[in-house]
């Protein structure tokens, strides 16, 4: 089980409180995450990741383990801490502005 932290509009928009748990059968990647996320959630999808390309939304951030996981590969593992659920997977808003 792992889990994910959501910014305050996802976690409305999905109606949860703090953390979101999801089980993940197979590899634990930001694929599979935010895909059981997205199958668990369905109102969160298209607000993380563009629904026909996948691709991270501008103004997403992903981080874990105080690393921003942002431009990895959608199907590299994250890491163990993530995958065994001691440390959580942030997905972050990202601010812009001048």
Do not use: K, N
């Not at 590899?27 to 059981?36: E, F, G, M, S």
């Not at 997403?60 to 690393?67: G, H, L, Y």
């Amino acid at each position: 089980m792992i889990r994910i932290v959501l910014p305050a509009p996802l976690r409305a928009l999905a109606r949860v409180d703090g953390e979101v748990c999801i089980e993940i059968d197979g590899p634990v990647t930001q694929r599979a995450a935010l895909d059981a996320l997205e199958t668990r959630y369905p109102m969160l999808r298209g607000t993380i990741r563009d629904q026909a390309t996948q691709r991270r939304r501008a103004f997403v951030r992903f981080f874990a383990c105080e690393r921003d996981l942002s431009h990895e590969s959608p199907d590299a593992p994250l890491p163990e801490a993530v995958a065994h659920g001691t440390e959580p997977y942030l997905v972050v808003g990202a601010i812009a502005g001048g």
